[in-house]
């Protein structure tokens, strides 16, 4: 009985593992069970990292913010890094339900953002996630900082009945221990957005608020975890830890947001300097957020220096895998918009997934499109759990094409899926009911695509970009000026859609132009 005994073998490599952490011996057995941390700052974009524009990278071609990130440029040089990592459906919490089940938006139990109007949007409970699996094979699980994945209820362990937040649309929630999905240690949040405020409920369920600039915190306590100082885990097994850190999300507008030394180093820096992209509207009000956002990524890239610099002194950082990404990205000023995510654009889209797995993943630089549904089955396939990715999960294992591995032969995707719902139908009670799906698109290395509907379910707007040529699109291209291109990737998007049993595919929508044979 094979999946009988790969847990058992997993959880000896485990028990010896931990030993070898700390002596540093017997590295044929390491290779077997690795740690894992998963650390994903929010509405963190991909060019915001300094590395891009040092000349090992510049040749990718992404034109790197001004930004000061020394732990995470070194930490790229030591790992793979993917240029072309997607956020499908780029908003908070449609990106962490794909991320912890596999599934898009619409299977994950997560089509629009979670709040306390939005019953209809709540991480599935009937669902394996990727720490179940880590759980149930062997891991010992531990989840830090902001996760968003639930529907708000009266449900503040300290005050039975009420809700966390006192207004009337709540975004904030207390995890209870049977919803988080084989979780063993747990210090977290749903969405509070007072970075110097944060607030947490342990395992137990007690608040703690340390009135510290919450990454820093958080990096403190992944420490605490994993020195295991207060008898947090348990050390005979292989860890698997996320850590979801809420900077350089939104506010981003004074020094209650980041910290000071942080801002210092962008206060004096003209605007024009600092939003470098040609497509950037340095004339909105929003560009005075650039020095505090920037300052945001620097203090971010000082808690995951914490966390790596721990590893190291640990004597774990050889057999952890380390994956440093985000939920989606920050328009910040680009192509005028004010929404900082929900957009096909690649500010939006395009995230940071960097992963550092020494002598499994040799350094370089990949084009893979690597969608959210596709990072639970890759990082499974990283920590050999290859058997045991439930069959719910939609994305694709690509572990093999990470290590490069030649004996198995996997296809690489052609494009990424784009997905916008909003609010469908509400009940006389004011609760949305359903969800709309109003935009879907593909991105290719080449082009990106997003055709959007009105009410009636018509073509209401389109929007294509040739990224290749036009890099920072600004020129919307007309489907009929490009009619073998627009076919291609008509014919692609109907594929996909088809593939995850999307609504657009089961309605028909704008059949007359998407192939979804
Ligand atoms: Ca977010």
């Not at 650390?39 to 990718?60: C, H, L, S, V």
């Amino acid at each position: 009985m094979k999946n009988q005994i790969i847990p058992l073998i997993s959880l000896t490599a485990g028990l010896m593992s931990s030993c070898i952490g700390a002596k540093g011996t017997a590295k044929e057995t390491v290779k077997e069970v690795p740690n894992v941390i998963y650390i994903f700052p929010d509405q963190y974009r991909n060019m915001a990292m300094g590395f891009w524009n040092d000349p090992t990278f510049q040749k990718e071609g992404i034109k790197g913010d001004p930004v000061h990130t020394p732990n995470i440029d070194s930490f790229a040089h030591e790992s793979l890094v993917l240029t072309h990592a997607i956020s499908n459906c780029p908003l908070s919490s449609p990106h962490w339900g794909a991320l912890m089940t596999g599934m898009y938006p619409n299977k994950s139990g997560i089509p629009i953002n979670c709040n306390s109007n939005r019953p209809i949007s709540n991480l599935r409970n009937d669902v394996e996630c990727m720490s179940d699996v880590f759980h149930k094979n062997g891991y010992e699980c531990a989840y830090f900082g902001k996760l968003h994945t639930d529907h708000p209820t009266r449900n503040n362990p300290q005050h039975p009945g009420e809700y966390v937040d006192k207004n009337k649309v709540v975004w904030d929630a207390y995890t209870p221990k049977e919803r988080r999905h084989g979780f063993d240690y747990w210090y977290s949040y749903g969405t509070f957005d007072e970075h110097k405020n944060p607030h947490y409920w342990d395992t137990e369920g007690n608040i703690h608020k340390p009135k510290e600039w919450s990454p820093l915190h958080e990096a403190k306590q992944v420490i605490s975890y994993l020195k295991n100082e207060h008898q947090q885990r348990d050390t005979q097994k292989p860890f698997f830890i996320m850590v979801g850190m809420n900077p350089p999300h939104s506010p981003y507008r004074s020094l209650n947001d980041c910290m000071e030394e942080d801002y210092n180093l962008y206060k004096d820096l003209p605007i024009d300097s600092l939003l470098i992209r040609p497509n950037a509207d340095k004339s909105m009000k929003k560009a005075n957020s650039a020095r505090f956002y920037f300052a945001s990524v620097t203090g971010v890239d000082r808690a995951f220096g914490m966390i790596l610099d721990c590893l190291k002194e640990l004597d774990l950082d050889k057999n952890t895998i380390v994956v440093f990404s985000s939920d989606h990205g920050e328009t910040m000023c680009s192509h005028s918009t004010k929404d900082a995510k929900n957009s096909p654009y690649t500010e939006a889209m395009n995230v940071p997934f960097i992963i550092r797995y020494p002598e499994h993943i040799r350094p370089r630089t990949d084009n893979i499109m690597l969608s959210t549904p596709d990072i639970m089955p890759t990082m499974l396939g990283m920590a050999n759990l290859q058997n045991n990715i439930p069959k719910t999960v939609q994305g694709y294992n690509y572990a093999s094409i990470l290590k490069e591995e030649k004996t198995q032969k996997v296809t690489r995707p052609q494009g990424a899926l784009y997905i916008k719902n909003t609010d469908g139908e509400k009940d006389k009670d004011g609760k949305v009911i359903s969800y709309f799906p109003l935009g879907r698109g593909i991105k290719t290395h080449a082009y990106t695509l997003a055709l959007y509907i009105n009410r009636d379910k018509q073509l209401e707007k389109v929007q294509f970009f040739h990224d290749e040529k036009d890099p920072y699109q600004l020129r919307n291209l007309r489907l009929d000026k490009h009619p073998q291109v627009a076919k291609e990737l008509l014919d692609l998007l109907g594929k996909e859609l088809k593939r995850i049993e999307d609504p657009w595919y089961k309605e028909n929508i704008l059949s007359d132009m998407i192939s979804y044979r």
